[in-house]
């Protein structure tokens, strides 16, 4: 029988995560070196990573560039990973890289992670398919990161900062900023001015350039929203403030790369992302899919709930390493109900942990075995939020656009 190569990544993932570098770059340089094939862009940040990696595609895209655009979490397919043109690849082409990188992997006596094998093939993948520049999303932190394995950057993006995996990457902003900072190396870098008075501290005594200080006039549009920044004004279709700054801070990477301001207009125009305020209306229902999953990622999504009309119901699930307290604080506000059930993902929450925290704040609460329990339990409300992980995004989806 053959092998399912992407089935064996995703049952590899289990196996968890090793930090450092070092041997991405020895998997990089056993499989040809693809990263020195490329013009790459590198992006590192605690929230708008996914946001701000799609409007660089897109702007470069629109400038008539080829791209190639590795970003993770998948949240409908796995091969939106590895995006190529903003399409999904050829799914041949996408195995064969896969199973050559995996081949390699396991010459290795420090077996790669499932991650690190993905970070080699994606490369491989977009170095084999003649684009010119790779936009490239860190898995984790960024100075320990895979990806921070690459030879040479164009520019380093980062993207607002705040606490997250603190067991891992400390458990101060400054902390977090300085794996952040990690992947600035003998490139260019520009920072979101989306950070807290730590982070902006921090990120200015590198002498990074600031995106977003001057944004103003944020309205509401047809689709969407404009703001004027740099004496301009640009139209995006994702919602939110902090989409503001995401724009704004691929807009000034795409300067550093010598793109004009058109092509930087269409491109941020053009840009679209599903899972994130993802607004689906079904059945009288309107359905809000977020993959938001931590405190200051909450933003865009309170940001819609305050212009929202009617009763809200929250259908909420969390990974374990997230701030569900937190959370709870952020969100329940702004519901009537709160539906909790776990993640399909191993790395899931226990319902008793998300219980506790939301039970502090609201004692209208129902509890679900899976996503589609949950949001059968919410079906006929009338605006209803699935949030706290992109890992559940993919199956509310799917219950909520099946015939019923």
């Not at 950070?195 to 921090?202: N, T």
Request: charged share 25%.
């Amino acid at each position: 029988m053959e092998r399912d190569i992407i089935d064996i990544i995703l049952k590899y993932e289990v196996k968890g995560s090793k930090y450092g570098p070092e041997r991405t770059r020895a998997l990089l340089d056993a499989c040809g070196s693809p990263d020195k094939k490329l013009k790459i862009v590198h992006i590192a940040g605690s929230n708008g990573k996914g946001s701000t990696a799609a409007y660089i595609t897109n702007i470069l895209l629109a400038a008539g560039r080829r791209v190639g655009t590795f970003t993770s979490p998948a949240v409908f397919d796995y091969a939106e990973k590895f995006l190529i043109d903003g399409k999904l690849p050829e799914d041949a082409a996408l195995r064969r890289c896969l199973g050559e990188v995996y081949d390699v992997s396991l010459t290795f006596e420090d077996r790669p992670t499932a991650f690190e094998i993905e970070t080699v093939a994606a490369l491989r993948l977009f170095a084999d398919s003649g684009v010119e520049y790779a936009v490239v999303e860190c898995g984790l932190g960024g100075l320990e990161d895979a990806t921070n394995a690459i030879s040479h950057k164009e520019v380093a993006v980062i993207t607002s900062v705040s606490l997250e995996h603190t067991a891992i990457l400390g458990n101060r902003i400054e902390d977090i900023c300085r794996h952040k900072a990690g992947i600035i190396r003998d490139c260019p870098s520009v920072v979101s001015a989306l950070q807290s008075k730590e982070g902006r501290a921090y990120f200015a005594a590198l002498g990074v350039k600031f995106a977003g200080d001057d944004i103003s006039d944020i309205r509401s549009a047809d689709g969407g929203q404009t703001f004027t920044c740099g004496g301009r004004k640009y139209f995006i279709s994702m919602l939110g403030r902090a989409q503001c700054y995401n724009a704004a801070t691929a807009a000034e990477a795409c300067r550093m790369l010598g793109l004009d301001e058109e092509a930087i207009a269409e491109g941020l125009a053009r840009t679209r992302l599903d899972g994130r305020v993802q607004i689906i209306k079904k059945r009288g229902t309107t359905y809000i899919l977020d993959g938001s999953h931590n405190p200051d990622s909450f933003g865009p999504l309170t940001d819609v709930l305050r212009g929202t009309e009617g009763a809200k119901t929250l259908v909420f699930s969390c990974l374990s390493d997230k701030d569900v307290n937190a959370a709870a604080d952020i969100l329940s506000p702004y519901f009537e109900r709160v539906v909790l059930f776990t993640s399909p993902s191993y790395r899931k929450m226990a319902l008793d942990g998300i219980y506790a925290a939301f039970s502090r704040k609201t004692d209208n609460i129902i509890c679900a075995e899976d996503t589609a329990s949950a949001l059968e339990a919410a079906q006929g409300d009338k605006v209803v939020v699935l949030c706290g992980s992109f890992t559940v995004l993919k199956e509310g989806k799917q219950w909520i656009e099946k015939e019923q």
